[in-house]
C-alpha cells in the first residue's frame, strides 16, 4: 500500500466540512486527515478532533482557540493548537499534506484559500466567494504555482465531469458552445412576489433540497447563489457570462450540463448530496465510493426546466452585470451580498432588500482593477462600509 495523502480541511465544523470527514473516514487506508480549522464553534471542532486525530487544529478566534486547547489537554491529546488568519494559512500549507479542502464560508475564506493555491496543493473549492473575489489573480496563482483546482460546487464539480480533455485551451478549441448551469430556484420560487417582502429567515434558510450552511442558503433564496456560480464558471473554463445559462430545475437531479457544437448535450445527475463531488475531486482522476444513495431515476419521475423569472430574482442581473464589468466589480457584489445577508439572517434587513443593497452598493463604488490583492481587499472593506450604511438606512422598524 502506498503512502497516504494528507488532507487539511478549512471550514471543518461547517455543512462542506462534515460530509468531507465522512468520506474520508470511509477511505482512512487512502486519505489522513492532517489539519482542521474553524471559526469559533470549540464543542465541535473538538468531536471533530476526537473523532479524527488530526496533528493540528486552527480556530479564527483566539478565545476559542485557547478553550479547545484545554478541551483537548483535559481529553488528553496532543493537537497543536493555533489561531488566526496566520493559522488557517499555516493549516492550508503544510509540507506533509496534499489536498486543502477551501470550506470556509465568505472572504473569510480567501486568504487561506490562495495560501494553498501558491502552495501549489490539490486545492477543492467549496469557497465560490474566493474565486469571485479575485478571478483573475487565484487563477494565476493556480497557474504559476502548478497547483491543481477541483471544484466542489455541484454545478461545477458537474461541468468539470462533462468538460472534454484540454478544455483548458478555450471552450471553441474543445468545440463546447454553451454551460447550462442549473439550480432549484429554491424555496420562493413559486411564493407570490408580494409575500417576498415578508419571508423570514427561517423560511430562506429550509431549502428544499440541499441542507446547507446558513448564508448560502439565504443566497440559494435569492438566486444571488447562482449568480455567484455564473461568475465561478467563468473563471474555471475560462469563458465569459454570454454562454453560461441559467436553468431552473427544481428536481436538483441534473446538477448541470455542457453543449456541444455537434448538437450533443451531456449532463452529470445524481442525488442532492454533496459528498458525490467531494469524493469525485479527492479521487480524481479515478473514482471512489462516496456513501451516497444510488439515484432512484424512477421514484424521481420526471425532471422539470424552467427559465429564471428575473423579477422575482433580480440578484442574478446584478452578478451578470457585475461580471461583465469586470476588474473588483464581483469584489463589491460579494461584499455587499455578505453584509445585507448577514443582516436578513439577525432579522434587520426585509430578504426584498437584501438585492437593494447590492444594487445601491453597485451603483455608489467606483470598479477599479483587481490585479493585486491589497486592491480587492480594499474594494472588499469599502464595499462593505457603504452597504453597512445603506443597510441601515433599510432597516426593519
Ligand atoms: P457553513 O456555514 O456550514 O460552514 C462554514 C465553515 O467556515 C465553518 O467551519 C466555520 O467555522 C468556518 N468559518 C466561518 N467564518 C469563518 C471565518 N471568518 N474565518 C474562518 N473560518 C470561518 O457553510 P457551508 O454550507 O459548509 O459552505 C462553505 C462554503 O462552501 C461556502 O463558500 C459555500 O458557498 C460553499 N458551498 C456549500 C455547499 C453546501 O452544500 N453546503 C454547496 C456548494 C458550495
Ligand atoms: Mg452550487
Redesign the pocket.
Known amino acids: 500500500m502506498g503512502e497516504r495523502a494528507g488532507v487539511t480541511i478549512?471550514?471543518?465544523?461547517?455543512?462542506?466540512?462534515?460530509?468531507t470527514l465522512d468520506v474520508l473516514a470511509r477511505h482512512s487506508d487512502r486519505f489522513e486527515v492532517v489539519a482542521l480549522?474553524?471559526?469559533?464553534?470549540v464543542d465541535r471542532m473538538l468531536a471533530q478532533c476526537l473523532e479524527h486525530r488530526p496533528r493540528l487544529a486552527v480556530m479564527?478566534e483566539e478565545r476559542a482557540a485557547e478553550r479547545l486547547a484545554e478541551g483537548l489537554a483535559g481529553a488528553g491529546l496532543k493537537t497543536e493548537v493555533l489561531h488566526g488568519t496566520e493559522g488557517?494559512c499555516h493549516a492550508a500549507t503544510l509540507p506533509e499534506i496534499a489536498h486543502v479542502m477551501a470550506?470556509?464560508?465568505?472572504a473569510?475564506?480567501l486568504a487561506p484559500t490562495l495560501a494553498a493555491a501558491r502552495a501549489g496543493k490539490r486545492v477543492l473549492l467549496?469557497?465560490?466567494?474566493a474565486l469571485v473575489m479575485s478571478g483573475a489573480l487565484f487563477m494565476e496563482e493556480v497557474r504559476r504555482h502548478g497547483a491543481e483546482l477541483l471544484p466542489?460546487?455541484?454545478e461545477h464539480n458537474a461541468i468539470f465531469q462533462c468538460m472534454p480533455p484540454g478544455f483548458a485551451r478555450g471552450l471553441d478549441a474543445v468545440g463546447v458552445e454553451e454551460i447550462l448551469l442549473t439550480g432549484s430556484g429554491g424555496p420562493f420560487r413559486q411564493t407570490p412576489l408580494e409575500q417576498l417582502r415578508d419571508v423570514t429567515p427561517e423560511q430562506a434558510v429550509a431549502h428544499p433540497n440541499?441542507?446547507?450552511?446558513?448564508?448560502?442558503?439565504v443566497?440559494s433564496a435569492t438566486m444571488m447563489?447562482k449568480g455567484?456560480e455564473i461568475i465561478e464558471a467563468c473563471w474555471l473554463f475560462g469563458t465569459g457570462p454570454e454562454r453560461i445559462q441559467v436553468v431552473v430545475h427544481p428536481q436538483s437531479v441534473v446538477h448541470s450540463l455542457v453543449r456541444y457544437v455537434d448538437g450533443s448535450v451531456l449532463a452529470q445527475m445524481g442525488n442532492p448530496d454533496?459528498r458525490t463531488p467531494i469524493a469525485h475531486a479527492l479521487a480524481w482522476p479515478e473514482r471512489m465510493a462516496a456513501g451516497v444513495e444510488p439515484l432512484d431515476l424512477m421514484a424521481v419521475a420526471r425532471l422539470d426546466f424552467e427559465a429564471p423569472d428575473e423579477r422575482r430574482f433580480p440578484c442574478l442581473r446584478l452578478a451578470r452585470e457585475a461580471m461583465q464589468a469586470g476588474g473588483t466589480a464581483t469584489a463589491i457584489l460579494n461584499a455587499a451580498n455578505e453584509v445585507a445577508v448577514a443582516r436578513f439572517l439577525e432579522g434587520r434587513l426585509r430578504f426584498t432588500d437584501i438585492a437593494r443593497v447590492i444594487e445601491t452598493v453597485m451603483e455608489e463604488r467606483p470598479f477599479g482593477a483587481a490585479d493585486r490583492l491589497e486592491a480587492v481587499l480594499e474594494a472588499d472593506r469599502l464595499a462593505r462600509e457603504a452597504a453597512e450604511r445603506v443597510a441601515r438606512r433599510l432597516e426593519v422598524r
Open positions: 478549512l471550514g471543518s465544523t461547517g455543512s462542506i466540512g462534515g460530509s480549522t474553524a471559526n469559533r464553534d479564527r488557517l470550506a470556509i464560508v465568505g473569510a475564506g467549496a469557497n465560490k466567494e466542489i460546487d455541484s440541499w441542507n446547507m450552511g446558513a448564508k448560502i442558503s443566497d447563489n455567484l454533496m
